[in-house]
């Protein structure tokens, strides 16, 4: 469980101490990617706790949803409708929810100690 959380520390801060900007016009896309890229990773250290977590299926997933989510975001763009509310309110409804889970499974095991 400490190695998913030491990976997201380790990237947090590369993301803060390296000097790479993205383009205003590619912030939507970055923003989507990154919420999507957030889930999987949400995902992962909730499949974790429960013993069920496949570093396929971890890494397939983390690639797939930001791609899908910026491509959608691409293709909404093009046809003048904001397709990217749709990832935006996907993700985010399991964002929380996978947060939640992993958060009442920590608490749950903090009280057993």
Same mark, same amino acid.
Request: proline fraction near 4%; charge should be positive.
């Given at each position: /469980?400490?190695?998913?959380?030491? $990976?997201?520390?380790i990237?947090?801060?590369?993301?803060?101490?390296?000097?790479?900007t @993205?383009?205003?016009? &590619?912030?939507?896309y /970055?923003? @989507?990617? @990154?919420?999507?890229?957030?889930?999987?990773?949400? $995902? $992962?250290?909730?499949?974790?706790?429960?013993?069920?977590?496949?570093?396929?299926?971890?890494?397939?997933?983390?690639?797939?949803?930001?791609?899908? =989510?910026?491509?959608?975001? &691409?293709?909404?763009?093009?046809?003048?409708?904001?397709? &990217? &509310? =749709? =990832?935006?309110? =996907?993700?985010?409804?399991?964002?929380?929810?996978?947060?939640?889970?992993?958060?009442?499974?920590?608490?749950?095991?903090?009280?057993?100690?």
């Amino acid at each position: /469980m400490l190695l998913p959380l030491l $990976g997201l520390l380790i990237g947090i801060i590369i993301g803060f101490l390296s000097p790479v900007t @993205i383009p205003i016009q &590619y912030s939507t896309y /970055m923003s @989507i990617a @990154i919420l999507a890229a957030l889930d999987s990773v949400f $995902g $992962g250290i909730r499949s974790s706790l429960e013993n069920t977590f496949d570093v396929e299926i971890f890494i397939s997933g983390f690639f797939a949803n930001a791609i899908l =989510a910026a491509a959608l975001t &691409y293709i909404g763009d093009q046809l003048g409708v904001p397709i &990217y &509310y =749709a =990832a935006i309110f =996907a993700f985010g409804v399991r964002l929380f929810q996978n947060f939640a889970i992993v958060r009442r499974y920590l608490l749950v095991k903090i009280k057993k100690q």
